[in-house]
């Protein structure tokens, strides 16, 4: 029984109204502002490569970025991963706060855990950097 | 020269009770540790409050339990602002270092997002003057990868050794299950390193080359950390010459026939039989894809056997320390305590490695004390039990510091009766995984020469399972009595003195960030 693929959600509440928040994480172009440990972006149309703070250059690709729903979708395609899906969803709580939820599937398992143990300090960073633009 | 006495704290990692010479051990020669032992004080009953390396070790720095601290798993990282003994000693103004295996915060950690991790990039000073109390910290693990300093040494230095160190991760990121060695035996591999290249004798070196940096009248607290005998069980193959694998006696608590194990297992709660048949993964500190149950007698003696030389290493090495120790002229001012984080199966119930099994193999630890010469300390055997929850407050009385209240244990006793008389009547000892939709739960307490071990609900259990042990009758813990009607009154009234005395809970807690 061991797991070949995981999948891993993180959540954090966020004070701040749905919109502010979807402003910064629905922008590709702005992830190291938020995910600690991401120092630096490229975005070219639907390619995003962004270089973690050990040096490693991860390409992803782009799959959804719908304002409406405010989710956003991305894919690390780097070749140690064998299946990845990433999705980030804001949802409106209705008291002018939100709720954002990072999901990670991945393939293996284990780095399912590690990315998603980044999101969920991304996450508390996130509210970090909201509650610093008050 | 100062009146206060120094402290060298000596950790290896998942090393057994029954491994060092003075604990009955018969396979590894510990001279050094044994005459430490004869001449200081040698605990029976030392337990961890995990078996497990980084709720251990957090527990060894700050003096709380898993609960408190917060790190109830491996992949938890301690909050940098947690408290740490080594803050209060250099406070104290103590000067203060760690080498060797850290582990407070996870190894991987791609995004390189932990403290510990990014310091092996830079000098070993912290920025800041210290990290967790420590102004200097050389890190070190298993071997040759990772953001660590003997890594990066290796690499830079005798690139021609790195390959030549098991692989521990596999290809999808899990416990590497490759057998090796002559007999198949998993995270087993013959490596040609020589020795002074070992991390063992790399972790001593740069101890000695820390103290040498030092004045003769500085105090000093040095956690001196060794990576082994934790798997990989690859030790310098010249040094393999010191104990024939063929020769190494099967432990005492491996039933030889598989109806056997397999009885005694299903005796206990289910976690055990399915591990076993490998039915069941719940945790990251085994090989997720060995199945214990093709364990062969064969794979348990050569494990055994480079478990043993690795022990052999480590007590050489501190030797070597010692006596730099000694001819900067502090022999008589220097407390030494030597023990472990947790220890390992080793063949015990057919089984390899760790997990949530609160028996013997894995939570009776070598604990030595060595009090400074200085204060002309009494020799003795403590049998009364004492956790490593106690290490941080007895650095704390070494030092002549008052223990600070955060610390939930009490300095060491010297002996029996000190035990008795400051009431270590019992320990504790816990556990918590949640990996990828399993989750156990287990809290045990050990007093008066029982174990008793309960399950809380999980997706393995429903809360009504446990186990009992008499460590007098039961020594090697095969029969389970936790449903005995006869004893019943024992197991209810350890319960009630198990749940009265949990620690206090840290919340919110914190999150699983990483498998390791």
């Not at chain 2, 932990?114 to 050389?138: D, I, K, V, W, Y």
């Not at chain 2, 070597?320 to 120790?325: H, K, N, Q, W």
């Amino acid at each position: 029984m061991t797991p070949i693929r995981a999948s891993v959600r993180r959540q954090a509440r966020i004070d701040r109204p749905p919109k502010e928040v979807w402003d910064l994480v629905g922008d590709p172009a702005r992830v190291h502002e938020w995910f600690s440990g991401i120092v630096s972006c490229n975005v070219e149309g639907d390619r995003r490569v962004i270089t973690t703070a050990a040096g490693i250059e991860m390409p992803e690709k782009i799959l959804t970025v719908d304002p409406l729903q405010r989710r956003f979708q991305y894919r690390i395609t780097a070749p140690f991963l064998k299946e990845h899906l990433g999705t980030i969803d804001v949802l409106d709580v209705g008291d002018g706060s939100c709720l954002v939820v990072y999901g990670t599937d991945a393939e293996p398992a284990t780095l399912a855990l590690v990315i998603a143990g980044a999101a969920g300090a991304a996450l508390e960073h996130l509210n970090e950097v909201l509650e610093g633009d008050r | 020269m100062s009146s206060r006495r120094k402290i060298l704290f000596v950790t290896t990692d998942q090393q057994r009770y029954d491994t060092l010479g003075c604990n009955g051990g018969q396979v590894a020669r510990t001279p050094v540790v044994d005459t430490l032992a004869m001449k200081g004080v040698r605990f029976e009953r030392a337990h961890p409050q995990s078996v497990v390396c980084m709720p251990s070790r957090s527990t060894i720095l700050t003096g709380q339990h898993p609960a408190t601290h917060g790190v109830w798993m491996n992949g938890v990282p301690l909050p940098v602002g947690a408290p740490s003994v080594a803050e209060e000693l250099r406070r104290a103004g103590y000067r203060t270092a760690l080498v060797g295996k850290a582990h407070f915060q996870p190894y991987l950690d791609p995004f390189l997002r932990f403290a510990e991790n990014a310091l092996s990039g830079g000098a070993p000073a912290p920025t800041g003057g210290a990290h967790r109390g420590f102004e200097h910290m050389e890190t070190a693990a298993h071997g040759p990868t990772g953001p660590l300093h003997y890594a990066r040494w290796l690499a830079a230095e005798h690139p021609e050794a790195v390959g030549g160190y098991y692989q521990v991760l596999d290809s999808a990121m899990q416990v590497n299950a490759a057998g090796g060695g002559e007999t198949g035996a998993p995270q087993v591999t013959v490596n040609p390193i020589p020795r002074d290249l070992y991390h063992t004798d790399w972790v001593a070196d740069r101890t000695i080359t820390w103290l040498d940096s030092l004045e003769s009248d500085d105090d000093w607290f040095c956690w001196m950390s060794f990576p082994d005998p934790h798997h990989p069980w690859d030790p310098p193959e010249d040094e393999m010459r010191r104990v024939d694998w063929r020769e190494v006696p099967l432990p005492a608590a491996y039933p030889a026939t598989r109806s056997e194990r397999e009885r005694i297992l299903d005796n206990k709660p289910r976690h055990w039989g399915q591990w076993y048949r490998g039915d069941l993964v719940s945790n990251y500190e085994a090989p997720a894809t060995w199945v214990p149950a093709t364990l062969t007698p064969e794979q348990i003696r050569e494990v055994n056997a480079r478990n043993a030389v690795e022990c052999e290493l480590i007590d050489e090495a501190l030797g070597r320390v010692l006596t730099r120790i000694a001819e900067r002229g502090w022999e008589d001012d220097v407390d030494v305590v030597f023990t472990t984080d947790h220890g390992d199966l080793q063949g015990d119930f057919g089984l390899l490695f760790k997990g949530p099994y609160h028996v013997d193999g894995l939570m009776r630890l070598p604990l030595v004390w060595c009090p400074a010469p200085k204060i002309l300390p009494t020799p003795a055997v403590v049998h009364r039990p004492v956790g490593l929850v106690d290490l941080a407050p007895t650095f704390c009385s070494i030092a002549g510091i008052t223990p600070p209240t955060w610390m939930a244990g009490s300095p060491l006793p010297l002996d029996d009766d000190d035990a008795d008389s400051r009431g270590f009547e019992r320990v504790l000892t816990a556990w918590d995984s949640e990996l990828f939709g399993v989750s156990v739960r287990v809290r045990t307490i050990t007093r008066d020469s029982w174990v008793c071990t309960a399950y809380l609900p999980g997706t393995s259990h429903d809360g009504t399972e446990g186990e009992l042990y008499s460590l007098v009758e039961d020594p090697l813990q095969r029969t389970n009595r936790w449903d005995d009607p006869a004893l019943s009154g024992v197991r209810d009234d350890l319960l009630v003195d198990l749940w009265s005395h949990q620690p206090r809970v840290r919340t919110p807690r914190p999150q699983l960030e990483a498998p390791v």
